[in-house]
Structures are given as C-alpha cells and as structure tokens.
C-alpha cells in the first residue's frame, strides 16, 4: 500500500496550521499581554470636550462627553501602545483602540485647540472620528505629536512581529519539506523492507519444507538403520553356520585321517588274511571310501554355499551401509545449510521488524 503524503497536501495543512497559529497569536497577544504585564501609563491629558462621528450617525458629530480623561498606555510585553479614554469620576470607556495604521487623518481644527483622527478599531463601532477640544493648543500640540509618534512606533512593532513571523514561516515550512523528504525515504524503506519480508517469508516456507523432509529422511534413516541391524544379526548368525560347517569339516578331515589308518592298518594286515576274506574287507573298504567321498562333498557344498550367501549378504550390507552413510552426510550438510539459512532470515526478521516499529512511530 502507497502511504505517500501529497507535499502540496502537506505545505497548504502546514500553511493553514501556521496562519492559524498567527491569528490566534494576534488575537490573543493583547489579551494576554494584559493579563501577564501590567501596561505602563506613558501620558494623560483632560479634554474639555469629546465628539464622535460614525456612519451610524448618519455622519454626524455626536458630543459623547466633557472632561475626559484620555491616557496612553505601553503594553510591556508587546510594546504597542493604545488610548483609552473615559470621564471623570466614571467608569464607562468612551475610547480604546490601539494606535497604528488604523488611526489616519490625524489633524487640528478650529482655533488649533482641537484634534481630530479616524479609526476602525475603537470597541468594534466600525469606523469612527474623534474630535477632541483641549484648554490651550500648547497641550493640544503635545497630544498630537504623541499620538502620531505612538503611530509611528506600533507600526515599527508590527513590521518586526511580521518579520519574525515570515522567519517563523518560512523555517516552519522547511521542516515541512525536510520532514516530507525523510518520510519518501523512510516509505521507500519500508516498501524495500516489504519486498525483503516477502522474500523471507518465502525463504521460511522453503525451511519449512526443507526441515519435513529432513525429518522425513531421519525417519527412513532410522527405518534403515533397524534393517541394517536386524541384517547384520542375520550375517553373525550365517558365520556362526558357518564357524559350524568349519568345525564339522574339520572333524570330518580327522575321521577322514583314522579311517585312512584304519585302512593302512587293514591292508597290512590283508596280507595275511586270506584271499576271501580280504576279498571282503576290500568291498567294505571301498564302500567307507565312497560314502567318506559323499560326504565331503556333500560339506564341500554346503560350505561353497554358506560361503557365497556370506559374501553376498557382505557386499549387500556394505552398499547399503556406505549409501546411508553418504546420505546422511549430505543431511547433515543440507540440515546445517538449513539452520544457517533459518538464522540469517531469523536477524532479517527481527531487523524489518524493528524499522518497521520505527516506521509505525514516524507515522505517529
């Protein structure tokens, strides 16, 4: 699955993220300001009269008030400065507003002993015009050059916090883009370490597979290795046989020496038997040759036979045992392929896994 974030996507969330970051700031810089430092009162002065005039008036100068009281005040923290102005012995607020690009048209009129300026800003009555009458135009003088100088200097403010906010902007925005291209790189990772795992997970039903048939083959091994036995018993049991018609063949050999003694004793003393009789001992004579002649051939035979069934069973149990021999090597050999294998996809494993737990905190 493609998981990649759209960066045109990911700069306009991060722009709107940040614009709102900044109203929110300008919005609440005041307020909070006010809250945390208390403004410090640059200058006061008394107004003999005050008059407004708004669209809602029908553009008309409305007397709002006499002896008022207008002070400046400096915000610590921001530094921006603001007029407030309310009566004498009153509570209620005839004027607040900052003082900056918004305050315009600041000029006298009448005798010099009035001032008058235009703002949109004061307590959300739309754009509104001041006219203040002082006692005399020296203090009148004082008040316009402090309010146009205030003008002067919120508006410094503002440019830095613009600066510093456009700063901010744009460091912001290369984070954006810094975190975008780690993100590619990372989702490139992931989806190498995808194609690794698949691979692996191949390569594990493969060991699977391999490690069935190993057990398999130690089955017929062990299956094999019974037979062999159970062969080999049957060959200790034929060489017994076989020790057996040795011992016989033997013992035959000696029966054999004494009848041959037997016979030389026999003929010797033939000679001084009469010719009947010997007549007669002859024909026994040749009746034990023949059945001793029987009967080694009859061993003999019997021992050519033992003999090559031995030999046979010999060759066949060596074959059998070389060829499981040979076959349980290439086990072996396949078995510690196999582990090997097993343990390098085994670290594979657990590597994807980690990057891929890296993975699952990035997108976090």
């Keep these: 699955m493609d ?156 440019d830095r916090y613009t600066q510093n906010e456009e700063a901010d902007e744009k460091e912001k925005v290369t984070d954006i883009n810094v975190s975008n291209e780690k993100y590619d790189k990372l989702r490139d990772d992931y989806q190498t370490l995808e194609i690794e795992k698949n691979k692996l997970e191949e390569s594990c039903k493969e060991s699977i597979i391999m490690k069935r048939e190993l057990e398999q083959l130690r089955q017929n091994e062990s299956k094999q290795i019974v037979a062999l036995k159970e062969t080999k018993a049957k060959t200790d049991q034929l060489e017994k046989v076989l020790m057996e018609l040795q011992n016989g063949k033997n013992r035959l050999h000696e029966e054999v020496s004494i009848l041959r003694r037997q016979y030389q004793k026999i003929k010797s003393e033939n000679m001084k038997l009469s010719s009947e009789h010997s007549d007669k001992l002859k024909t026994e004579l040749q009746s034990h040759q023949e059945t001793i002649k029987e009967l080694t051939r009859s061993y003999t035979d019997k021992i050519q036979e033992l003999e090559s069934r031995h030999h046979t069973l010999l060759n066949e149990s060596q074959t059998k045992y070389e060829a499981l021999t040979a076959k349980y090597k290439d086990q072996i050999r396949r078995t510690v392929e196999s582990n090997k294998k097993i343990k390098a996809q085994q670290s594979r494993i657990k590597q994807f896994e980690e990057r891929d737990e890296e993975l699952n905190e990035i997108k976090k």
């Design 3 to 158: 998981n990649k974030i759209d960066p045109v996507w990911s700069f306009d969330v991060g722009m709107s993220i940040l614009e709102n970051l900044q109203n929110y700031s300008t919005m609440n810089l005041m307020e909070t300001a006010d809250n945390t430092h208390s403004p410090k009162e640059i200058d006061s002065f008394q107004v003999e009269k005050l008059y407004e005039m708004n669209k809602d008036d029908d553009d008309k100068w409305k007397d709002r008030g006499n002896k008022v009281q207008l002070t400046f005040k400096k915000d610590m923290e921001s530094g921006r400065v603001k007029i407030i102005g309310n009566e004498n012995n009153a509570e209620k607020i005839l004027i607040n507003h900052d003082i900056d690009q918004n305050v315009r048209n600041i000029k006298k009129g009448g005798s010099g002993k009035q001032v008058q300026w235009t703002t949109d800003q004061n307590q959300s009555h739309g754009l509104s015009t001041f006219r203040v009458e002082f006692q005399d135009l020296e203090i009148a003088d004082k008040f316009q050059e402090l309010i146009e100088h205030s003008a002067q200097k919120n508006q410094e403010v503002d």
